[in-house]
């Protein structure tokens, strides 16, 4: 298994451009976390979806925060526009019914920089 | 709510024993435990369910104080490999649904020879 896959590793982009994240879960896993890493807040979970429906999206910080997952292969992060204190590692996680019972899977994350 | 951890960071030497602690304010369904090493992913190594199951494939220990809330991490003979920041994840009932995990600040470990 080729694990959870992530795109882009690396985004270096400027303040006021859309940035988009993408996610390949784990094929069987019915939920998926966006998580964003921060040296202040630490894993902070953004949204979650289950069978491709957002379940909760309480964490997304701001209306600039958007995510989808139109099938059960991919999941996109879009924030536009993008702002410096965006910057962060954004991982995305997979899980077999739901996670509380069973492990999470991260992706390698991707290290976004708005500068 | 995060879960609080201690100690923050712990350094020791190879074949040294350490215990990671992590507590909640809530009723826990379950407690993950995660270790991530610099510029890498976290990786699950445990998980203990309520009821004092325990999921793990790692040789690493783990216990769950229900009445307490708390959870501890033993790495029993610590090797080289073992260093990186250790997480603890708490999934509670009190948010209606216990998919969701809420990680706390990491413990950072360091092993040396």
């Known amino acids: 298994d080729a694990g959870v896959i992530q795109s882009p590793r690396h985004e270096v982009t400027e303040m006021g451009q859309e940035v988009t994240l993408r996610c390949k879960p784990i094929s069987g896993h019915d939920y998926l976390f966006w998580y964003r890493q921060t040296m202040m807040r630490g894993l902070e979970l953004l949204i979650y979806?289950?069978?491709?429906?957002?379940?909760?999206d309480s964490g997304m910080p701001e209306d600039r925060f958007s995510a989808k997952m139109p099938n059960a292969s991919f999941s996109t992060l879009k924030i536009q526009p993008s702002e410096p204190r965006d910057s962060a590692v954004y991982f995305c996680?997979?899980?077999?019914?739901?996670?509380?019972?069973?492990?999470?899977?991260f992706g390698s994350g991707t290290r976004l920089t708005v500068v | 709510q995060q879960p609080v951890q201690s100690p923050q960071a712990v350094i020791l030497r190879e074949g040294e024993d350490a215990v990671i602690n992590c507590s909640s304010s809530?009723?826990?369904?379950?407690v993950h435990w995660y270790r991530q090493k610099h510029g890498e992913a976290p990786v699950f190594l445990m998980i203990l369910l309520k009821g004092g199951e325990q999921k793990g494939h790692e040789k690493i220990s783990a216990s769950f104080n229900e009445k307490k809330q708390q959870s501890s991490l033993y790495l029993t003979a610590s090797q080289l490999s073992y260093s990186g920041t250790y997480f603890c994840g708490t999934a509670t009932f009190s948010s209606g649904s216990a998919r969701q995990l809420t990680f706390g600040s990491g413990t950072q470990l360091t092993v040396l020879p």
């Open positions: 809530k009723a826990l369904y379950s």
């Open positions: 979806f289950n069978n491709n429906v957002p379940i909760d």
């Open positions: 996680a997979s899980s077999f019914s739901g996670g509380a019972n069973y492990g999470y899977t």
